[in-house]
């Protein structure tokens, strides 16, 4: 069986071959596997019956398909069948790496580093202490405040006038003359507030040193584990890109980055504060009372088992949301990558089918997750809540029965102890959450990070060559590509190229000729036999020298987002400026660049976009010219070059091959007939080789490719290419490239604009600071209600959540009043005190069920209300993007590294303002409010006195928001930029590797990092300050509270308990506002957040796609007619492209364009698609101004083919398939649609036939293939309107004879626009446009020109002389 479908008739299939299953269970399918044509099938030729719906042959064949199984192509199928065939391929899956533990979180620390964390762990365990600590002084202040009450009640009990007997014994066993001390209680008490003050600035300085060292270093962490994980990515082989997509990639250095972020800094600070309370407190309650304390901590085992139980489960539910959320962010970097594919075939339906499916695994991750958390969190307060009825008992019978050295000062000091102990796990319970976050996004990271390289171009292992010539060879080499394991590529393969010489590899598309160009590049490693340079097998060099040594230029070259000379200097970074002129002179590049207004500092856009197809590949061209290889590598490196640039390069190339080896893969063999020697490749074989005179002798493969290029096809191909220079040559010396068109190309086409306003762009381009700002001041502030109206679908979850909040909110104010009666029950009668006590117990158990049934509750509402709505976000803003117009993907701010880092991280921050961190804010604030309201009950001038302190800590929370704020706009623009780089990076990453450039991206990606990293200091500086400040100054507002109380108790008359009511209440309310300044910069995050993504949702578009407004026509005929049409693009708009352009295109008739680069060809192409509106004149389809059209009907109309077809990572049945969005295409159309474009003998030949994966922009195959898949992609949706743009041109002499032919017989009753740079496919076009400047200057068909004797006429017989 052939391995290529070019080698095969358009039918490939023999009377009676049949379409069946290939028995495997899992749904794949090959076509006709058996009765295959041969070589013979060359002459069956194109059958005349056969149609876009297959001939009847394989409509009898898909009856029996279709008994046996419908096919139909759901995205979700596909996804499957790509994961299994990944894990097939090799590819290791990151998922699958090492656990990472909590401490491992910490692996990518410095000395320093370390240092540092043993300080602030140090601090954070000191800060602990504070509460606990505060425990000692708040026993004894119970005890004076006590004692003070009995003595009251002896005196208001005693009879005499005067007073009682010192020796008279009180009701605790005291004497009278003991209760006397306890007299002046103000005094006491403001004894005891120095110790509140001390302790306040202990904690301030312990929680300031612990924040920062932990702020600090966690930045330095994420520092270096960005630098790591990049650097570990850029020295990856190859194959492990394709089996890994770059999206998901991209989207590891937002999301997972930012849960690290927050698992390894102040969080851990907070933690172990929360840790060292509990230890404390617990050493501090044993030591005051064992008895009572172990009593109450008999349920702390149950409570360990729970956390660990739900930490470990929850980690693994983080885990399968990230990878969900990354699976998501890859779909988006590669949809609106791919934007004008997108629009031309109405995929953004689609696209945000594709895109959903992973938002709702998420969300289904992030509903368990939050389910989880309330489980456990109910059952730690259960369990917490029931420890206090039992030490409310329990200390009650201690007391009672005389316990040695325990007295009502001591139950206080060990039960509020506990209490706090127990709280502070509590609080550290979020954490733990977080942590678990962290460590399932670690686990991905750091396993990329570890991962080794079996191809590590970083490496120093191998050997440098002080003295080679330049001989390759290759010896039985066999391959496949890790992607495609049951695909073997070559079959032992044997060349040689000698030093000097130029050796040429000729064969149909998919033959392996681009192949051997990567072998030699070492981006694989054969399966078996060896590639030798010099004798030395390339295993055994060094990866780095080994590409340095080497020049390559391939078909579709890729520029990178900086500007002309710096794209030149990636050749060589050493270069000079005088060196880049000179290559730029030899790659007659220097004159347009020099025309630009900025030279050689002109930005050429994402991906080469604001430069021209030509232009793009002559300053590729130079690039490899600066290098000085000894070995270059062209891979149809001149193909978009017109004849006048190609003689030139042509001939600096031919210079720069002397004394070196040079391969050369060329479709146009007249190129090549003068190389050293000529190797026909067939299946992956090489079938003859000899100089072109022995090859012709031979007759064999390369005389037939020969004779198919006859001299008619050889000399008319040229004279479309004179055009680009030769046809306005006097008028146009100096001024030509001034009106070259604005153009940003569909997928990287390569016919595209010269010159921008290159001043503006630059501008944006650096990233200027001011802009920045100015962009993030426009954004509007945006409301919680906002917010939360964004959730009205879930309001029954939102409002049963705010309820559960309030509630929850109340049980710890509600609790002090529990809390009080306790402490009360020691003044009382004995007898008494155990009926009191039980009643207290029921009280605490009612709590405590009650809580636990709430906090249940509350998780599940905010965890299913809080995934809905980040979900939603993601998917509207994701919506809006995908929906917007093409002038806003021309804006160099919205370029897709931006837009998708903005999409994953803004996404995920939002949810700090949503779900459980707002329960947690609205709970503080019930708790607060209620705490105050029973503290205003029982003492209102105490409550005013404590409440002076509240704008103190109001305030540290403000100032903390609004700096943060500041901080995360500078961040924003960092982050973005530093996104679009390792995007860039990651999606060009064969031109990467090829120029040696990885340190450079790396050295790049750090200069970002450095901002960051200088920002975060003055961050973590205000968090640390703000975060001591909020938490000293409830110690202060103990101090006056405890003093005031004593006062009023003793001068005031103010019952005991009202002063605990009050300070317990005060307490609960001021641990919530510390709790919530925890969450304030989450929160504050999480607004900021927002806002952008409502900019971004609430964008309308000028060109709404979306819109089912406008007309449908019933009957079709597809008339076209561009009337007196003026544009300029909006990136441009000093610059006019059309200069009233006018054209009439009849239904059914071929129209084809030719002019010089720049002269409003495509841009012709683009305002049919309506991918812009012309600024004057009128478009009309069959009469209709298109702008009244319904504008996804019109484009249904069309079918485009480019130069450079963009294809989707799915399968190929997938991408034809993708022709037509508006309905589930049936198999057969797929075949048919394959068949006629000359692919389907190809796939047939795949293992996996039509569910084979393509791969991250087509990839997985040759330029040939990928451009009949696109060719089958626009025939599938039988277009009235056919838009041809060079589609033929990465095509084999023999596919594009066939495909020309298929396309000759698609384009019969279609309307059709053709612009090629070979005559000889325009040459039967009905009529032909000649375009210049942006004007129609010569019109009408092959012949009428010819008769006019005019540019046509002149520009033939030129071609004529020159044969």
């Known amino acids: 069986m052939t391995k290529d479908g070019s080698s095969l008739s358009i039918n490939g299939v023999k009377p009676g071959g049949d379409v069946a299953l290939n028995g495997h269970t899992d749904g794949k399918y090959i076509v006709n596997k058996h009765g295959e044509g041969g070589m013979d099938s060359y002459s069956n030729g194109y059958r005349g019956k056969d149609s876009l719906h297959g001939d009847g042959n394989l409509q009898e064949d898909m009856k029996e398909y279709k008994l046996e199984k419908h096919v139909t192509i759901p995205d979700v199928e596909f996804e499957k069948e790509k994961k299994k065939k990944k894990d097939k391929g090799g590819g290791k899956n990151t998922s699958d790496g090492k656990k990472v533990g909590v401490l491992q979180l910490f692996r990518y620390t410095t000395f320093s580093d370390k240092l540092l964390l043993c300080l602030g762990s140090l601090c954070a365990a000191l800060a602990g202490l504070g509460f606990p600590l505060n425990l000692l002084v708040y026993g004894k202040v119970g005890d004076a405040l006590i004692l003070n009450q009995i003595y009251k009640s002896v005196i208001s009990n005693w009879n005499g006038t005067m007073l009682p007997p010192d020796n008279l014994t009180a009701s605790n066993g005291m004497t009278f003359g003991e209760l006397k001390e306890y007299e002046e209680i103000f005094s006491i008490l403001r004894g005891y507030a120095v110790y509140f003050c001390l302790l306040a600035v202990g904690v301030f300085t312990f929680i300031f040193v612990s924040v920062m060292c932990f702020s600090v270093t966690a930045e330095h962490q994420l520092y270096r584990i960005r630098q790591l994980f990049f650097q570990s990515i850029l020295r990856q082989e190859i194959g492990w890109f394709d089996t890994h997509e770059g999206g998901e990639l991209s989207s590891r250095f937002n999301e997972d980055m930012h849960l690290i972020a927050d698992g390894i800094g102040d969080k851990i600070a907070t933690m172990l504060q929360w840790f060292a309370s509990f230890f404390c407190a617990y050493i501090v309650s044993f030591s005051i009372g064992w008895k009572l304390a172990l009593s109450t901590v008999g349920f702390c085992p149950l409570i360990v088992i729970i956390a660990a139980t739900s930490v470990r489960m929850i980690r693994n539910i983080a885990q399968a949301e990230s990878k969900a959320y990354s699976k998501a962010g890859s779909i988006a970097e590669e949809a609106l990558g791919a934007i004008r594919t997108v629009m031309a075939f109405n995929g953004q339906k689609k696209e945000c089918d594709r895109y959903n499916r992973h938002l709702s695994t998420a969300k289904s991750s992030s509903v368990k997750k939050g389910i989880l958390v309330g489980l456990s969190s109910g059952m730690f307060w259960l369990l917490l809540y029931g420890g206090f009825a039992v030490a409310f008992w329990y200390g009650v019978k201690l007391v009672q029965d005389g316990e040695e050295g325990f007295d009502a000062g001591s139950t206080l000091t060990v039960f509020i102890g506990i209490m706090v102990g127990s709280m502070s796990i509590g609080n550290a319970f979020p954490t733990l959450e977080i942590i678990a976050n962290a460590r399932g996004a670690a686990q991905k990271i750091y396993s990329i990070i570890e991962l080794t390289s079996n191809i590590d171009s970083s490496s120093t292992e191998g050997m440098k060559l002080e003295k080679y010539d330049g001989n390759i060879e290759f010896k039985d080499v066999d391959f496949c590509y890790p992607a495609r394991p049951d695909t073997q590529v070559l079959h032992g393969l044997t060349l040689k190229v000698k030093v000097g010489q130029t050796a040429a590899l000729v064969g149909s598309s998919g033959s392996g000729k681009s192949t051997v160009v990567q072998l030699i590049q070492r981006f694989y490693d054969t399966l078996a036999g060896q590639v030798l340079l010099d004798g030395h097998d390339i295993t055994t060099l060094n990866v780095n020298w080994l590409r340095k040594q080497i020049g390559v230029v391939s078909q579709e070259p890729v520029l990178f987002g900086t500007s002309v000379a710096e794209n030149i200097r990636y050749g060589r970074l050493d270069v000079t400026m005088e060196e880049i002129e000179t290559a730029a002179r030899e790659a007659n590049a220097h004159e347009f660049i020099s025309q630009f207004p900025d030279g050689y500092d002109t930005l050429v856009g994402e991906r080469g976009a604001q430069m021209s197809g030509g232009q793009k590949q002559r300053i590729a061209i130079a690039r490899a010219l600066v290098r000085n290889p000894k070995i270059l590598l062209l891979d149809e490196a001149t193909s978009a070059l017109d004849n006048e640039s190609e003689a030139v390069v042509q001939s600096a190339l031919e210079k720069a091959q002397e004394g070196g080896t040079t391969i050369v893969i060329a479709h146009r063999l007249s190129t090549i007939r003068n190389a050293d020697i000529i190797y026909g490749i067939q299946d992956g074989e090489v079938v003859e080789h000899g100089t072109h005179a022995e090859l012709m002798q031979m007759e064999g493969l390369y005389s037939n490719l020969v004779n198919q290029q006859n001299h008619h096809i050889d000399s008319t191909e040229e004279v479309a290419d004179e055009l680009e220079h030769a046809l306005f040559n006097e008028e146009d010396d100096m001024d030509g490239v001034k009106h070259h068109s604005h153009l940003l190309p569909p997928d990287g086409r390569k016919r595209t604009i010269s010159a921008l306003s290159q001043t503006s762009e630059k501008r944006k381009e650096e990233g200027d600071e001011a802009d920045s700002e100015e962009a993030n001041d426009a954004i509007p502030d945006v409301s919680l209600s906002k917010i939360l109206r964004m959730s009205s679908p879930e309001w029954y979850f939102i409002l049963g959540a705010g309820i559960c909040s309030t509630i929850a909110g109340s049980v710890q104010p509600v609790f002090a009043l529990v809390f009080a009666e306790f402490l009360k029950v020691f003044t009382i009668p004995a007898d008494e005190q155990g009926d009191q006590s039980v009643r207290l117990v029921i009280y605490v158990m009612s709590i405590a069920v009650g809580n636990s049934i709430i906090r249940i509750l509350m998780s599940v509402c905010y965890s299913t209300a809080g995934a809905r709505l980040t979900a939603r ?17 021309d804006d160099p701010k919205n370029r897709v590294g931006i837009l998708t880092t903005r999409l994953s991280r803004d996404s995920s921050l939002v949810q700090g303002a949503a779900g459980n961190k707002v329960g947690a804010v609205l709970e503080s604030i019930s708790t607060a409010l209620i705490a105050l309201v029973i503290a205003f009950i029982h003492s209102w001038k105490l409550t005013l006195v404590i409440l002076a302190f509240m704008p103190l800590m109001v305030a540290a929370g403000v100032i903390n928001g609004k700096k943060l704020q500041g901080f995360s706009k500078g961040d924003k623009s960092l982050t973005e930029d530093a996104g679009k780089l390792t995007s860039e990076a990651i999606s060009n990453i064969r031109t990467v590797a090829s120029l040696t450039r990885e340190q450079s991206f790396v050295e790049k990606y750090n200069e970002f990092l450095d901002v960051i990293l200088k920002n975060s200091r003055k961050r973590s500086f205000v968090l640390a300050t703000m975060s001591g400040i909020s938490l000293a100054i409830m110690f202060f507002a103990y101090a006056a509270a405890f003093t005031y109380g004593g006062y009023l108790v003793q001068y005031d008359d103010l019952p005991f308990e009202n002063v605990f009511k009050v300070f317990i209440a005060i307490i609960f309310g001021g641990m919530s506002i510390g709790r919530e300044s925890a969450y304030a910069p989450d929160y504050n995050k999480g607004k900021i957040a927002a806002g952008r993504l409502f900019e971004i949702i609430e964008m309308e578009p000028s060109i709404n796609a979306a819109s089912e407004d406008g007309k449908t026509m019933e009957n079709f005929d597809g008339s076209l007619l561009l009337d007196a049409v003026h544009f300029r693009y909006p990136a441009r708009p000093d610059t006019e492209v059309l200069h009233g352009l006018s054209l009439t295109i009849q239904p059914g008739e071929t129209v084809a364009m030719v002019g010089t680069s720049g002269c409003g060809k495509s841009t012709t192409v683009q305002l049919l698609e309506r991918f812009y509106d012309p600024e004057d004149g009128k478009i009309r389809a069959d009469g209709n101004d298109i702008k009244t059209l319904n504008l996804q009907w019109y484009r249904q109309q069309i079918g485009i083919v480019s130069q450079e077809p963009c294809l989707f990572d799915s399968s190929i049945a997938e991408n034809i398939a993708y022709g037509d969005n508006s309905r589930v295409v049936p198999m057969d159309e797929i075949i048919a649609a394959a068949r006629q474009a000359n692919i389907h003998n190809f796939i047939h030949s795949l293992p996996n036939g039509y569910d084979t994966n393509v791969g991250d922009k087509g ?80 019109l009408g068909s092959h012949s009428e020109l010819l008769a006019k004797k005019g540019i046509y006429y002149k520009l033939s017989q030129h071609n004529t002389n020159k044969d």
Not at 873 to 889: G, N, V
């Open 873 to 889: 976000f993601r998917r509207l803003a994701f919506k809006s993007l995908i929906w917007q117009d093409i002038p806003f993907f």
């Open 1259 to 1338: 990839l997985q195959l040759s330029g040939g293939q990928k451009q009949r898949v696109a060719i089958a992609r626009a025939l599938l949706r039988n277009p009235k309107v056919l838009l041809l743009d060079e589609a033929t041109s990465a095509l084999d002499t023999e596919s594009e004879r066939v495909v020309q032919e298929a396309l000759d017989k698609a384009r019969a009753g279609r309307t059709c626009l053709v612009i090629a740079h070979r005559l000889s496919t325009i040459q039967n076009s009905d009529r032909i446009a000649i375009l210049h400047k942006g004007e129609v200057v010569e």
